[in-house]
Structure formats: structure tokens, C-alpha cells
Nanobody, 128 residues
Framework: QVQLEESGGGLVQAGGSLRLSCTAS????????MGWFRQAPGKEREFVAA????????RYADSVKGRFTVSRDNAKDTVYLQMNSLKPEDTAVYYC?????????????????????WGQGTQVTVSS
């Protein structure tokens, strides 16, 4: 099991940017596919972005495509979510999640049920 900790959340005006970080401890992230999810008040948790273990594949929710970028630095055991052109509807708690994909270099997942390891979340609030 890998422990994950998100950081970088905060309050930003619409149109602004934030970069979230997700740092692992306990195990290296080299073999893990990573995902970002978010949950707004009163709503279900939803997929935001995912990246495979070697950074050769990424996937985005339609709502963030062209505005958000997921990346990773395996040497630092850290995954990032660069969020630009933020909108009030992006307000949510953002979670990173990990799944060991030692079996496949290309594997990544958009379904939260495929991720066994989760961080505690970081709040992102976008004001209008």
C-alpha cells in the first residue's frame, strides 16, 4: 500500500491557475498508474485525469480537457495536476489515487473503483 498526500489547493479567482501535487510515501510510484478525482458538495466523486506509470498516456474528463494537465516525476514520487482557466464549477475537494500496474506499462484507469489507494484530498475553491 502506498500513502498519498495532496497539496497545493486553495482559493483562486475564476480564470486563475493552481497546481496540485500528490506525493507518495511508503513505496515508490514508479509502477503505479495515477488518477485525479474531485468531489463537490452534494455530488458524487468524479474522474478528472489519469496518467500511466511511464507518462506515455493520459486521459481527461471532457469538462477539464484543454485546461488541466496531469504529469508526474517518478524520481520525486510525485504527480501533478496543473489547472488553468479555472471556473467556479471546478470547486471541489481534489483527490489523487494510485493503482499498482506492474503488469502493464500502458494501463491507466478512469473508474475510481480501480484505485485502491487514496489521499485525503485538498480543497480547491474558485470564486466568480
Amino acid at each position: 500500500q502506498v500513502q498519498l498526500e495532496e497539496s497545493g489547493g486553495g482559493l483562486v479567482q475564476a480564470g486563475g491557475s493552481l497546481r496540485l501535487s500528490c506525493t507518495a510515501s511508503g513505496r515508490t510510484l514508479n509502477s503505479y498508474a495515477m488518477g485525479w478525482f474531485r468531489q463537490a458538495p452534494g455530488k458524487e466523486r468524479e474522474f478528472v485525469a489519469a496518467i500511466n506509470r511511464s507518462s506515455t498516456r493520459t486521459r481527461y474528463a471532457d469538462s477539464v480537457k484543454g485546461r488541466f494537465t496531469v504529469s508526474r516525476d517518478n524520481a520525486k514520487d510525485t504527480v501533478y495536476l496543473q489547472m488553468n482557466s479555472l471556473k467556479p464549477e471546478d470547486t471541489a475537494v481534489y483527490y489523487c489515487a494510485a493503482r499498482d500496474t506492474s503488469y502493464s506499462a500502458n494501463a491507466l484507469y478512469t473508474d475510481m473503483n480501480n484505485y485502491p489507494d487514496w489521499g485525503q484530498g485538498t480543497q480547491v475553491t474558485v470564486s466568480s
